[in-house]
């Protein structure tokens, strides 16, 4: 069974960068593309950003120019530089194999908490 283990949230203050990281165990598959979707409080979990590798990458508008998503194909591990963080960027992010902007496993990881707060 595929296990992502996310890593790399904490409190930020607005402006300020955070560096997550992801990695899917159990399986040998190399996943054609792997992003982040996000939860905050009381809404529903969205898309963020996705990358394959072949390095295409796919953002969300709200993401975009603030954050850079990244591959490391040969250990199925994806990353995500987040700069310019907002509190409206307050959420738990996942990581997930995706299929366009969708997610291709119904199974989640933990997620990592990033909370950009003064």
């Known amino acids: 069974q595929v296990q992502f283990v996310e890593s790399g949230g904490g409190l930020v203050q607005p402006g300020g960068s955070l560096r997550l990281s992801c990695r899917a165990s159990g399986t040998t598959v190399v996943f054609s593309s792997m992003g982040w979707f996000r939860q905050a409080p009381g809404k529903q979990r969205e898309f963020v950003a996705a990358a394959t590798i072949s390095r295409t990458t796919n953002y969300a508008d709200s993401v975009k120019g603030r954050f850079t998503v990244s591959r490391d194909s040969a250990k199925n591990t994806v990353y995500l530089q987040m700069n310019s963080l907002k509190p409206e960027d307050t959420a738990v992010y996942y990581c997930?194999?995706?299929?366009?902007?969708?997610?291709?496993?119904?199974?989640w990881g933990q997620g990592t908490q990033v909370a950009v707060s003064s």
């Open positions: 997930n194999a995706v299929q366009g902007s969708s997610s291709r496993f119904d199974s």
